[in-house]
């Protein structure tokens, strides 16, 4: 199980740095320094998150729901720490989404 985590975990480290680089080159950006300050400010968002969730649910029975509960604490622990920073790159984000024009 934990060569199959690890291969897993390769393979979305790769798909997000490869996406990461495709946006970064069709999409023009005025401020790029913005773009890599919001992604690592998710990414450090992302493994804060999973730290505090693996924190509390240890402290869980192991049952069936056990992983169902575990996404729901991260989910709950993420849009915390999202809302509770009051982020101002999310509000470019949104505004960056609606002037996207895809259709070139």
């Given amino acids: 199980h934990e060569g199959l985590a690890l291969s897993t975990s390769i393979t979305y480290l790769?798909?997000?740095?490869?996406s990461l680089f495709v946006v970064y080159r069709r999409i023009?950006?005025?401020?790029?320094?913005?773009?890599f300050k919001e992604s690592l400010y998710y990414l450090l968002n992302g493994i804060i998150s999973i730290t505090i969730t693996k924190q509390i649910s240890s402290m869980l029975p192991k049952d069936h729901f056990?992983?169902?509960i575990?996404?729901?604490?991260?989910l709950i622990v993420l849009t915390l720490n999202i809302i509770l920073?009051?982020?101002?790159?999310?509000?470019?984000?949104?505004q960056l989404i609606k002037n996207i024009n895809f259709a070139r």
């Fill in 66 to 68: 056990h992983t169902l």
């Fill in 70 to 74: 575990e996404i729901a604490i991260f």
């Fill in 85 to 94: 920073l009051k982020n101002i790159f999310s509000e470019k984000i949104f």
């Fill in 28 to 35: 023009p950006f005025i401020n790029k320094s913005i773009f």
């Fill in 14 to 18: 790769f798909f997000f740095l490869t």
